[in-house]
């Protein structure tokens, strides 16, 4: 399965049972393996604490007190219809069992429960919800690149004309003329305009890949060096042997700047970026959704404000922002473009994130 440990880790569990011997005991066991468990000892509170957290797998005992497991499941699957809900049954449940296949249950664990089969279970879930996540994110962004690149595609060629006849009637001007000056921050604002419009073609995969064996030591530096308005920094660690990759220059650039770009506007009172650069061999021990081989692993870090836990699986998000959408910096773009362009590449985009400590991006791009 083309799933690493680290993402099966990061899933978060809801385990109603009312014998709290059992409840503990399987809370000891999940709680060390799974990023987020939650217990409850009745239907009522385990749908309570369900509406809270919405976690991604909910195990539950059948017969309890208050509410039993299967109404409670039955209102779980009202809320949240794709939320796998695995049953625990024991002998005397049979005559639940009916009513829990109608209820389309997802699993059934048999108790007393195993562990070895809890666990499996768990990863056998927890990696189909990854897929599906992943699934989502592709699609998302095709939709939207779909649309993106037909606005594009339109307003590039409203632009052409307009920045045509501004430079037109400029050449009928002297530069001291005020008209000129006002043409002139017109053909600015076109220009600007013009170049959002390639940000969205390059997201969109409508701006053409094109692969070439580059050197990228001096592509990181320049996609760094150019920081407008910033009180940031960059400071470079770039391996002198650092390999090739086969990659569009530009839109690895893109990648790298709006890495950086966020990099810098993490830390508002300035502070450093640190770059590193260096090759990498990846095996299947690393975990990493990459074929084996040696690749580049970009690392832009910084010590900003970070990013709280339950934003992190949103970032790559199109249009998701924390920036407030009148800014221009805030488009909610740039890291979607990233994630877009990297696996247009065969690579690999991560990020670990502490809030109030800092954020670290890696980018891994194959070498050759
Ligand atoms: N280095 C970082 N430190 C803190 N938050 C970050 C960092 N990089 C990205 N983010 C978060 O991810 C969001 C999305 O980033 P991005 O796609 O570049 O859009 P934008 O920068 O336009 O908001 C940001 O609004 C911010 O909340
Ligand atoms: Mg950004």
Redesign the pocket.
């Given at each position: 399965m083309d799933i690493n440990n680290t993402l099966l880790k990061d899933v978060s569990i809801l385990y109603v049972e009312d014998d709290e011997t059992i409840r503990e005991n399987l809370f000891n066991f999940l709680s060390r393996r799974f990023r987020s468990v939650y217990t409850a000892q009745n239907g009522e509170e385990g749908l309570e604490l369900f509406k809270d957290k919405l976690p991604d797998i909910v195990i539950t005992d059948i017969q309890m007190p208050v509410m039993d497991g299967l109404r409670m499941a039955e209102e779980i699957k009202k809320i949240s219809g794709d939320t796998p809900v695995i049953i625990t049954t024991a002998f005397g449940d049979v005559p639940y069992l009916m009513k829990a296949i109608e209820l389309e249950i997802d699993g059934y664990l048999q108790k007393p429960i195993r562990y070895e089969k809890l666990f499996d279970t768990v990863c056998k879930f927890a990696a189909r919800r990854k897929m599906e996540e992943e699934l989502l994110k592709a699609k998302k962004l095709e939709s939207i690149g779909i649309l993106a690149a037909g606005i594009a595609h339109d307003f590039n060629n409203l632009l052409t004309p307009i920045l045509g006849h501004i430079s037109l009637a400029k050449t009928s001007l002297a530069p001291d003329d005020k008209i000129y000056k006002n043409l002139d921050a017109a053909e600015k604002a076109s220009f600007m305009a013009k170049d959002l419009v390639q940000r969205f073609m390059v997201f969109a995969k409508g701006g053409e890949t094109v692969k070439m064996v580059i050197s990228i030591k001096e592509l990181i530096k320049e996609a760094s060096i150019f920081l407008p308005n910033s009180n940031a920094e960059c400071e470079f660690h770039i391996a002198e042997d650092l390999r090739s990759v086969e990659a569009d220059s530009g839109q690895i650039f893109q990648t790298i700047h709006?890495?950086v770009?966020?990099?810098c506007?993490?830390m508002p009172d300035g502070g450093i970026v640190s770059i590193s650069a260096e090759n990498i061999v990846i095996g299947k021990k690393d975990n990493l959704s990459l074929e084996d081989g040696m690749y580049v692993k970009i690392s832009v870090r910084?010590r900003?404000?970070?990013?709280p836990e339950n934003?992190l699986p949103k970032?790559?998000d199109p249009y998701?922002?924390?920036?407030g959408m009148d800014s221009r910096?805030?488009?909610?773009?740039?890291?979607?473009t990233a994630y877009s362009i990297v696996k247009r590449h065969g690579g690999y985009i991560s990020v670990e994130?502490e809030a109030g400590v800092g954020?670290v991006?890696h980018i891994y791009l194959r070498a050759v």
């Open positions: 709006n890495i770009i966020n990099a506007e993490a910084d900003g404000i970070g990013i934003l970032i790559f998701f922002t924390t920036k910096k805030g488009t909610g773009l740039g890291l979607a994130s954020t991006f």
